[in-house]
């Protein structure tokens, strides 16, 4: 099969700087990070 009739191939979105997150995300994202830190302290491992 000649590469140059072939169809172009679709890519997998990698969540790049070219990636636009939405504000979901990005509240999700820090919503974790405070349960975590609370998990942490409650537990003493730091």
Do not use: F
């Not at 191939?9 to 070219?18: F, M, W």
Request: aromatic letters at 2%; hydrophobic letters at 50%; charged letters at 15%.
């Amino acid at each position: 099969m000649n590469s140059s009739t072939a169809a172009p191939v679709t890519r997998a979105r990698t969540g790049g700087p070219d990636d636009r997150s939405g504000l979901v995300e990005q509240i999700a994202g820090w919503t974790l990070v405070v349960v975590i830190a609370m998990l942490v302290t409650q537990l003493g491992l730091l």
